[in-house]
């Protein structure tokens, strides 16, 4: 088994919503997952890229261009992910996608919830029919008091 970061094509520290370039919905759910390039992507990249995406069948942590792909090296996706996961702390802070978006079920115009707000810097929308069934808000930042 080869390490993370091998394995990926790259450093979890370059999955960061600044390199966000685009993203993918994978065939077994609808979440949007982030495409990441630490450069921006021209439109012969963008080509190549739906070219590779409509060759493959991916799933949640799938590797997206793999080795002899044109973008093998350039673009990559997080492999820690399942289905189960929820949707990137990355999607909500670039500029890709929808800011109200729950991030399990993609519902949309979703609320943060005010009071998590109060006590952490990022928090995602979650829809209340996902928080019923006791999904986990995805938090992070804690503000410090
Ligand atoms: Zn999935
Ligand atoms: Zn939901």
Do not use: W
Not at 66 to 82: I, M, W, Y
């Amino acid at each position: 088994m080869k390490p993370l970061p091998d394995l990926q094509g790259c450093e979890n520290r370059m999955l960061v919503a600044q390199n966000v370039r685009s993203t993918i919905k994978y065939t077994e759910c609808d979440k949007p997952r982030c495409i990441y390039s630490k450069l921006k992507l021209n439109p012969r990249d963008l080509r190549a890229l739906k070219h590779t995406t409509d060759k493959y069948d991916y799933t949640c942590g799938a590797i997206l261009a793999p080795e002899g792909d044109v973008l093998h090296g350039k673009v990559f996706t997080r492999l820690q992910l399942a289905c189960t996961s929820h949707i990137e702390f990355a999607y909500y802070s670039s500029d890709v996608g929808r800011k109200d978006m729950c991030a399990y079920c993609v519902a949309t115009e979703i609320q943060k919830d005010k009071d998590l707000c109060k006590n952490f810097k990022v928090v995602l929308p979650v829809c209340d029919l996902c928080r019923s069934k006791k999904l986990e808000v995805p938090k992070r930042n804690p503000i410090k008091k």
